[in-house]
């Protein structure tokens, strides 16, 4: 393994690096390792995406909102047999 020394880094970047290896848990040498590999095209970029823009609404329908959800669906659920001969 090469040890390099890299200058010029200003206290904006500095200060994001850090941040970053606290909220992973990491060291900024793994960081700035993993960051230079994605950037170089070694290693692919891993992908965490999640979605939770509609989070806000799980758990609000109350049993009678169920209910009449599924009464105004029920017919999405009917098969027309003509349609599949």
């Known amino acids: 393994m090469t ?3 890299l200058r ?3 206290e904006t970047i500095a200060a994001v690096l850090k941040e970053k290896a606290r909220r992973e848990d990491t060291s900024v040498n793994t ?3 993993r960051i230079l590999k994605e950037g170089l095209g070694i290693e692919k970029k891993k992908r965490n995406v999640v979605y939770d823009d509609l989070d806000h609404l799980a758990g609000t329908w109350s049993a009678e909102d169920a209910a009449e959800f599924e009464r105004a669906t029920a017919v999405f659920e009917k098969v027309d047999e003509d349609m599949w001969k």
């Open 31 to 33: 960081v700035m390792l």
């Open 8 to 10: 010029g880094i200003d």
């Open 3 to 5: 040890t390099m020394t």
